[in-house]
């Protein structure tokens, strides 16, 4: 089976504009959730989409978006981008995700850089 | 709310010898455990996970860890170190939808 896939690999955006990340889950996965990695605030969640369902948001900003289409692939967006955002956004899938027997699979990540 | 500190930031050993990388929990029930490590410039592979149906976890690459209730802990460990197993862990706890991550311990390996 194909592992997660994420595109692109790498972005250079400057301050004020606007970003689209795109996740394809693991084949049957129908659940998507999306992570930013900094060197200062470690990994952290952003949220969780089930059946084209948010079902859990971390605490980030309302200009941290996401939505699944119904082929269970996963966009977010970011928009008024700030030189804080500059990080590694990951994206994991799993068949379900009900934490305790479901295991979360990482795509290798988008580097997104904000000058 | 349920958290998992990493008492390590780094920890160097040399190839050959045992590697121990410690993590705390904290939950107020029992809690779903995994340790993540990631390669430079790569995602996140999953070593082991525990979800109450043996104490001590067997994962890949020869690496295994232990839950103590009693010590909230859930260390990492691994009998010979290779030069391959160096990179950054992660102990992880999950809440529910989501996965809550320790700050990471990065794990040096010498020759």
């Known amino acids: 089976k194909a592992g997660v896939t994420q595109t692109p690999r790498y972005l250079i955006k400057t301050r004020g504009q606007q970003v689209t990340l795109s996740c394809s889950p693991i084949?049957?996965?129908?659940?998507v959730s999306w992570y930013q990695q900094t060197p200062g605030q470690g990994l952290q969640f952003l949220f969780e989409?089930?059946?084209?369902?948010?079902?859990n948001k971390g605490n980030f900003p309302g200009r941290f978006s996401g939505r699944q289409f119904s082929n269970s692939r996963s966009e977010m967006n970011v928009s008024t981008l700030e030189l804080g955002d500059s990080a590694l956004y990951l994206c994991?899938?799993?068949?379900?995700?009900?934490?305790?027997?479901?295991?979360?699979?990482f795509g290798p990540g988008t580097r997104l850089t904000v000058l | 709310a349920q958290s998992v500190t990493q008492l390590d930031s780094h920890v160097s050993v040399s190839e050959g010898t045992p590697v121990l990388l410690r993590c705390n929990y904290s939950?107020?029930?029992?809690?779903?455990l995994f340790w993540y490590v990631q390669h430079p410039n790569k995602g996140l592979q999953l070593l082991l996970k525990?979800?109450?149906?043996?104490?001590l976890v067997k994962g890949i690459n020869g690496f295994e860890a232990e839950f103590k209730k009693s010590e909230t802990s859930f260390h990492l460990t691994k009998p010979s170190a290779h030069m391959s197993d160096a990179a950054e862990y992660f102990c992880?706890?999950?809440?529910?939808?989501?996965?809550?991550f320790g700050a990471g311990t990065i794990l040096r390996v010498k020759s």
């Open positions: 939950s107020s029930y029992s809690p779903s």
């Open positions: 989409y089930f059946s084209e369902t948010q079902r």
């Open positions: 525990y979800t109450s149906a043996a104490t």
């Open positions: 994991a899938s799993s068949l379900e995700w009900t934490g305790a027997t479901d295991t979360q699979y």
């Open positions: 084949s049957g996965h129908r659940s």
């Open positions: 992880v706890v999950s809440p529910g939808n989501k996965l809550v």
